[in-house]
């Protein structure tokens, strides 16, 4: 689990229902097809890329944000939109650019909209082919703004309010202190782990260690979460040179294959007690290792998403057969990490949050009585799946 | 009655050449068929045809008649035309899958060898190509040792599933009891939907960016250094990679086009319009337009270091059956081609140990192979410069 899924925060589409940016003027008159939202989108590619032809190679991005505005008439409608930040390397290179532009966009025979030259100039012109709207302006001697944005269209479906950077950030501190919770139930875990290892009664060490897996499994730490830390504290064989018997294999899952595969209990003790450093320095360093805010909407299906992939195809069995059991407390990370969304889910899509708990509680009667866990586990994460894009928080 | 039977059966294949040579079908163009002859194996730069066979086998018997009996079938099957008949008294030499006249389909047979066949059992130890070792484990791999390795691995390719399987039933028989199968598995390429590269299973055009025959000397064919036998070889990486496919498509359209680095639909790279356009990622250092991460960008950075880490690859999705848990087994065969197994696949595998594309992959099986020269002659087989 060494893998980590992208932070989309630069590339993100998100949605600003509020007023329209600057480049969202209304749109014109002219009788143009409106186009669906793929070609839409497919048009902004266009006229960026033939933006960013017409100016010079050291002109380089810094930022793109794409959004969809609300548009006042006719009501209902949507401009889809996209702001590309670029640097250039002087003021003149900047003002140069502004001017290749504008001849660019004039010869093709787009109409002028906006022309404040100078300082800070601002150019915006229409395609009159289509409605779309295309501008450049220079905020700054090395910062030039290309904006595209779409006429109004029809939206198959309603665009959701974004979620504040700083909403989002709540809910991280909130995540943090779960997870602080959960690692010191784990500490304890650990140290009951090590006197039972200590001891010579297999069946108890056995039992202490799926306790500490389990607990640990609460943490949702799906994804390459927690990164180094949680690949010493349940890092699997599967990838290392030698698999099982590789130097490399150790935490969790390495004591879980001894206690399995008849290996003497006191050579267990080091990989106990490195576990136990390895919670004491996470639990220490959870402000720093905690996943970045705009990675935790995309929790609330992965840790699921991760139960199917690892627990359901047994490749992280060691021995004990603990999958459905471990599968189990994936349900209640998953429920935490909802709830911890909780009033931002549900002013967005009220039914969302009753639906998949609903679901979780059936996936978890499936665990309970073996029996219909795959389907229940395939309809919760299709369920899931609805959450990320309900959760993305605007780039600027 | 003979001669009027092959009249025709003349009539027959004239007839179709002709209703081939409409626009539009590509089937049984004269033109296109590759040349089973020639100084490198045909399937490497070969347009790829639409379905495939990887099929690896150990030598249990003795290697240079088995070698010599494989290239008189495969120059037979590649080039098609009327199995000899045997006696009547004998099961039929040809197992009928294709009918009475095997046609060529363009067929390609491309023959590698794995790095267990230089290990002593042939006296080959001291003629083992450079950089040819046993793959290895990566990052994230789950390997199943049922579906790694091999001595040899016959690539077979062909427009048709039934040429493919009629081709692979027909060598196996003939080498039957020297060669053994040890696992294979068949793949297809889709057509192009709705236009350009075929799509994978992710649904994303897979094969737009590879290095082009002309720059074969540089990236592809065995090099300096190699023993002399392999002048025209080149190293074959296989990889069977699983795709986690329910999960793929519980992600949302942006992410998986920021995974790859290009639109879905038209294949583009993320910073332009049209699939061809090349991706800049100078004008894009810090990866807002086209990711840092993107599976494109770590693949091939497009630098001048970075240049001669160019490969070919040569894909086949394949799509069988069912994995524990109830998800499609479905995926990609990939398979590519390059002078050097290190500044090769190798180098770019490493740049792909942090692609957030392999959340959704697992690979389970493969092997490192050399495709052997080309077969030059009539007189000439696999393998002749190498067993000497
Ligand atoms: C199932 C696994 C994989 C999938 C679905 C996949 C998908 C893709 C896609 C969609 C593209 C873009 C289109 C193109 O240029 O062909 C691409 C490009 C590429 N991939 Fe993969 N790939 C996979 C595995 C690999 C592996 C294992 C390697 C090598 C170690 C690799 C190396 C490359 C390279 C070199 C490119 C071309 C990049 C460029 O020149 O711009 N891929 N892949």
Redesign the pocket.
């Known amino acids: 689990m060494v893998n980590f899924r992208i932070t989309l925060l630069a590339a993100a589409t998100v949605v600003v229902v509020a007023a329209a940016g600057a480049f969202v003027l209304a749109p014109s008159e002219a009788a143009t097809p409106v186009p669906t939202e793929p070609e839409a989108r497919a048009l902004i590619d266009k006229y960026r890329t033939d933006a960013i032809k017409a100016i010079s190679r050291d002109i380089r991005y810094t930022e793109a944000i794409s959004t969809i505005g609300a548009c006042t008439d006719p009501p209902g409608t949507y401009s889809i939109s996209a702001r590309y930040s670029l640097m250039p390397p002087s003021a003149t290179a900047g003002a140069a650019a502004v001017d290749a532009l504008r001849k660019r966009w004039t010869g093709l025979g787009y109409d002028l909209v906006t022309d404040v030259p100078g300082q800070n100039s601002q150019l915006l012109t229409e395609d009159p082919a289509t409605g779309f709207r295309v501008g450049i302006s220079q905020r700054a001697a090395s910062y030039l703004r290309l904006a595209v944005s779409s006429p109004c269209l029809a939206l198959p479906y309603t665009p959701t309010t974004p979620v504040l950077p700083e909403e989002q950030a709540s809910v991280r501190e909130a995540y943090q202190q779960y997870v602080a919770g959960v690692l010191d139930q784990l500490t304890r875990d650990v140290t009951a782990l090590r006197s039972a290892v200590a001891g010579s009664d297999r069946a108890k060490a056995r039992a202490a260690w799926l306790t500490a897996q389990l607990t640990w499994d609460r943490v949702g730490a799906a994804y390459g979460s927690f990164g180094a830390y949680a690949d010493a504290i349940d890092g699997l064989p599967q990838g290392l040179p030698a698999g099982v018997r590789d130097k490399d294999f150790a935490g969790l899952r390495r004591i879980e294959y001894g206690l399995w595969h008849s290996e003497a209990l006191g050579t267990l003790l080091p990989l106990v007690e490195a576990v136990g450093k390895q919670v004491t320095a996470l639990r220490g360093d959870l402000p720093g290792a905690t996943p970045a805010a705009v990675d935790l909407p995309l929790r609330v299906h992965e840790i699921l998403e991760d139960a199917l992939r690892f627990h359901r195809t047994g490749r992280t069995d060691m021995g004990a057969g603990a999958g459905l059991a471990e599968m189990a407390a994936d349900v209640d990370a998953t429920e935490a990490l909802l709830d911890l969304f909780g009033s931002l889910l549900d002013e967005r899509r009220p039914e969302l949050r009753p639906a998949a708990h609903a679901a979780l509680e059936k996936l978890r009667h499936a665990i309970a009585v073996r029996r219909d866990v795959d389907a229940d586990l395939g309809g919760v994460l299709e369920l899931l799946a609805q959450a990320p894009g309900l959760l993305e928080v605007t780039g600027s | 009655m003979t001669v009027n039977r092959r009249d025709v059966l003349k009539r027959l294949t004239v007839g179709a050449v002709a209703v081939a040579a409409l626009p539009g079908t590509q089937l049984g163009k004269k033109d296109d068929t590759p040349s089973f002859h020639g100084p490198h194996q045909a399937g490497i730069f070969t347009p790829s045809q639409r379905n495939a066979v990887f099929a690896a086998f150990d030598v249990v018997g003795s290697l240079r008649p088995a070698l010599q009996t494989l290239t008189t079938r495969a120059r037979f099957l590649t080039t098609g035309g009327e199995p000899p008949a045997g006696p009547i008294t004998a099961p039929p030499a040809d197992n009928g899958v294709l009918g009475p006249v095997v046609p060529a389909d363009r067929l390609t047979i491309t023959v590698s060898v794995g790095a267990s066949l230089f290990d002593g059992r042939f006296g080959l130890a001291a003629r083992k190509p450079l950089t040819l070792t046993t793959m290895g484990v990566f990052p994230g791999d789950a390997l199943d040792p049922a579906w790694c390795h091999g001595d040899l691995l016959l690539q077979i390719c062909a427009d048709n599933p039934d040429t493919v399987h009629h081709a692979l039933r027909d060598i196996a028989r003939a080498t039957r009891g020297s060669l053994l199968l040890r696992y294979r598995r068949a793949g297809f390429l889709s057509p192009p939907r709705p236009a350009g ?1 075929p799509r ?3 649904g ?7 290095p082009v025959e002309a720059e074969g000397a540089e990236l592809i064919w065995a090099g300096a250094g190699e023993p002399d036998w392999a002048a025209g070889g080149s190293y074959q ?1 296989l ?1 069977f ?1 699983r ?1 986690h496919t329910e999960f793929w498509d519980r992600v949302s359209l942006a992410e998986q086009e920021a995974i ?3 639109r879905r639909d038209s ?1 583009a ?1 993320l910073d332009g319009v049209r699939e061809l356009d090349q ?1 800049d990622y100078e004008r894009d250092p810090s990866g807002v337009v086209i990711p840092l991460d993107a ?3 770590l ?2 950075p ?1 630098t001048a270091e970075t240049a001669n880490s ?2 070919l ?1 040569r ?1 086949y999705n394949y799509d069988d059956g069912m994995v524990p848990g109830g998800d499609l087994d479905a ?2 065969i ?1 398979c ?1 081609y390059q002078q050097d197994l290190r500044r090769g ?1 190798e180098a ?2 490493k740049r ?1 140990a942090e692609d957030p ?1 392999n959340d959704y ?1 697992r ?1 389970f099986g493969g092997g490192y192979f050399f495709a052997l020269p080309g077969v030059t002659s009539k007189e000439d087989w696999y393998g002749r410069a190498l067993l000497g």
């Open positions: 590269t994978n299973l992710l994303f055009k897979d094969g737009t960016s590879n990486v990889r990679i795709m790859i680095g290009r294949g790279p991706p599976h494109i960008r693949a091939n497009r160019r490969i690859r894909p995926g990609l990939f590519a696949f770019v595998q792909l594309l992959l690979p």
